[in-house]
């Protein structure tokens, strides 16, 4: 399956998951290419939308490999990925170096998108947690580990598209998973899309602004 950009498989995506609509799910966003998919989504259900700011722990030599992932909550959860980390021999003052610079990276990320904006709440509604693919899938287990520490009623991961193992691993994770194409030769999610352009800090910000962050506000535009 090949996508036109991130909002067409963001509309595919939602009319896969309208069935979660009148159960007024919260729609949460790994930043940042998984905000314009989830947009679609949270536009078609009629959603609150934020964000789950999770950051991928690369190997110094190879940052696109993750080692592991962190995700921003009150103690931050950390994923160690066991292979990749014997594999490359790092050592864990190494490991915790590259995971300090991405703690970092995350509290700019914060202040940046969000300011004062309230979070979103969780606890007792369904949790639709939505990025553009997963390849490895530790920043997605990251995500969805934050995500169950606030008590949702209904966890769901939804993407456009993700390889089946990695999909199997995550399934145990979640309450429900939904993914549009599982494709056995994999490589990378932008191997997926005609247009994976690389999304801007302005574009999480004018996404945010379009849709609340709770129910009780009205959307705009």
């Known amino acids: 399956m090949l996508f036109q950009n991130r909002t067409d498989a963001g509309r595919q995506l939602a009319q896969a998951l309208l069935k979660y609509k009148d159960r007024h799910p919260v729609v949460l966003a790994l930043p940042r290419g998984g905000v314009p998919v989830a947009a679609e989504v949270a536009a078609a259900l009629e959603a609150p939308l934020d964000l789950l700011l999770v950051r991928k722990i690369g190997l ?25 980390i014997e594999l490359s021999g790092i050592s864990a003052k190494g490991f915790d170096a590259v995971c300090k610079e991405e703690l970092a990276e995350i509290a700019r990320r914060r202040k940046h998108y969000l300011e004062d904006r309230p ?35 209904e966890l769901v991961l939804a ?8 999909v ?21 999610i932008g191997y997926f899309y ?28």
């Open 60 to 84: 110094p030599d190879q940052p696109e490999l993750a080692m592991g992932a962190v995700a921003d909550a009150e103690e931050p959860i950390i994923i160690r990925n066991s292979d990749v």
């Open 168 to 188: 199997e691993k995550l399934h145990a994770e979640v309450d429900a998973l939904v993914c549009l194409d599982t494709p056995e030769d994999f490589g990378a």
């Open 119 to 153: 979070r979103s709440a969780v606890k007792d509604h369904v949790a639709i947690v939505i990025d553009d693919g997963v390849a490895t899938g530790a920043t997605t287990l990251a995500a969805i580990r934050t995500v169950r520490v606030r008590q949702p009623k």
């Open 194 to 221: 005609r247009d994976f352009h690389q999304v801007s800090d302005d574009e999480v910000i004018a996404t945010l602004k379009r849709f609340p962050a709770n129910r009780t506000q009205a959307p705009q535009g």
């Open 159 to 166: 993407v456009p598209v993700a390889p089946l193992d990695t």
